[in-house]
C-alpha cells in the first residue's frame, strides 16, 4: 500500500491498519534522503586520533563543515579504524554525509555498522557493502550523499574505513530517512512488537512510528521539542520553524536572545563578548 493512498494518514505518521491477516507484514522501499544530523563532537568516539588530541581539537574535529577532520592514528595500515556517532536516540537513517578533510586527505571506501539504544551488538549495513566515495564524490570542499539500499534504524553508527586517499581523514554525518519507517499492518490480536500492540476498531487512527521531526507517543505523533538557553529552541520539523528538531529534549537554537551568537552545530547560544554582536 501506497503512503499517499493511506486513509488514515491525518497526523504525521504511519498508521496502524486493521487487517484480516494475523501477521505484521512491513512493506519497504529504498530511503529518500532527508535532513542531515551532524552531532557535535561530544557525541563522537574514534578507534584512534592522530598524535591522542581530545575531541573538538586538532585531528578530532569530524563533523560536516569542521574547520578539519578526524584523522586516525598515525599508520601504515588505516583499515579498520572507524568514527562512531551517537544520534541520543533510535532514528530512521537512510545513508551517511561524508567529506574529506580540509586539503586533500580523504576516506574513499568504508563499511557502515549500528545499533539500537541498549544493544551490545552491531548489525552491519547492507551486509557489509563497501561504500566507494568515489561513486558520490563532489570534491574536496563538497560532502557527498551516500545512500543505503533500505533505510536501517538505530542510534550508534560507525563509519570504518577500508580504503582511503593519502591519509584516512574524513567528515561525516547522517542521513535521515524521509519515509521515515515501513507500513505495518496490523489486527485486532497481533503478534507483533511496535508501539502499538493492538488496533482495537477497524480504521482507528492509531501511528506505529512518526516522520522526521516528531516523536510517538500513545499513537499520536507529536512535535519534538528542543530546549534553547538564552534563546529559541527548534520544533519539529525543518518546514515548521526553519531548523529541524531531531530529537524531542535535545538542546537545539534556532534563534538568539540580544548578546549572545550561535555556536556552529546549535546545541548552545554563547553570550558575545564583543560590544557589536548580531542579534541572531
Not at 154 to 174: D, K, L
Not at 218 to 226: I, Q, V
Request: charged share 20%.
Amino acid at each position: 500500500m501506497d503512503v499517499n493512498e493511506n486513509p488514515l494518514l491525518g497526523n504525521p505518521g504511519i498508521g496502524a491498519i486493521g487487517s484480516t491477516t494475523d501477521q505484521c507484514e512491513n512493506s519497504s522501499t529504498a530511503p529518500i534522503l532527508g535532513d542531515l544530523v551532524n552531532p557535535p563532537e561530544l557525541d563522537r568516539t574514534y578507534s584512534s586520533v592522530f598524535s591522542n588530541q581530545a575531541p573538538g581539537v586538532g585531528h578530532a574535529r569530524s563533523m560536516i563543515d569542521s574547520p578539519q577532520a578526524w584523522s586516525a592514528g598515525s599508520s601504515s595500515n588505516f583499515v579498520g579504524q572507524y568514527m562512531e556517532i551517537d544520534l541520543g536516540s533510535d532514528l530512521s537513517i537512510g545513508g551517511i554525509a561524508i567529506q574529506g578533510r580540509v586539503g586533500s586527505q580523504r576516506v574513499t571506501g568504508y563499511t557502515v555498522q549500528y545499533k539500537k539504544s541498549g544493544e551490545n551488538t552491531y548489525a552491519s549495513v547492507d551486509n557489509d557493502n563497501i561504500f566507494n566515495d568515489f561513486v558520490h564524490y563532489n570534491g574536496y570542499g563538497a560532502w557527498a550523499e551516500v545512500p543505503f539500499a533500505q533505510s536501517v534504524v538505530g542510534r550508534h553508527f560507525r563509519i570504518i574505513v577500508q580504503t582511503w586517499e593519502h591519509y584516512a581523514s574524513m567528515r561525516a554525518g547522517v542521513l535521515l530517512a524521509e519515509e521515515a519507517s515501513t507500513l505495518v499492518d496490523l489486527t485486532n490480536t497481533p503478534d507483533c512488537s511496535s508501539d502499538i500492540t493492538e488496533c482495537p476498531n477497524h480504521l482507528d487512527e492509531l501511528c506505529v512510528s512518526c516522520f522526521t521531526g516528531y516523536y510517538l507517543s500513545g499513537g499520536d505523533c507529536l512535535l519534538n521539542d528542543c530546549t534553547c538557553q538564552d534563546g529559541t529552541e527548534a520544533i519539529g520539523p525543518f518546514e515548521h520553524t526553519g531548523l529541524l528538531c531531531p530529537v524531542d529534549g535535545q538542546a537545539r537554537c534556532r534563534l538568539c536572545d540580544t548578546g549572545f551568537y550561535l555556536t556552529e552545530d546549535y546545541r548552545m547560544v554563547l553570550k558575545n563578548t564583543d560590544s557589536e554582536y548580531d542579534d541572531l
